[in-house]
């Protein structure tokens, strides 16, 4: 059974950073896509970055140069490193592989920024 367990979410100031984390189990993922999206209160859930299976990797316009997402093929985890947050980074962030036409997701990590 394929779980996504995500974890580092906080409550930080503005100007800070966050690392979350996302270890997916049940299987080897090395193949698949991860990502990471988010959800704050009141708003649909989007596409904050992603790490393709050949380590391609993609952002969404409104983090491009402050969050990096990296992966670990070995541990089965991927990782979204946040700098310089701003309080509309608030949220609770999912991460996502997408495997063929199945989509997994995690329970989400609250993130909070503090103007």
């Known amino acids: 059974q394929v779980q996504l367990v995500e974890s580092g979410g906080d409550l930080v100031q503005a100007g800070g950073s966050l690392r979350l984390s996302c270890a997916a189990s049940g299987r080897t993922f090395s193949s698949d896509n991860m990502g990471w999206y988010r959800q704050a209160p009141g708003k649909e859930r989007e596409f904050v970055a992603a790490s393709s299976w050949n380590s391609g990797t993609f952002y969404a316009d409104s983090v491009k140069g402050r969050f990096t997402i990296s992966r670990d093929y070995a541990k089965n985890t991927v990782y979204l490193q946040m700098n310089s947050l701003k309080p509309e980074d608030t949220a609770i962030y999912y991460c996502?592989?997408?495997?063929?036409?199945?989509?997994?997701w995690g329970q989400g990590t609250q993130v909070t920024v503090s103007s």
């Open positions: 996502k592989v997408q495997s063929g036409m199945l989509d997994y």
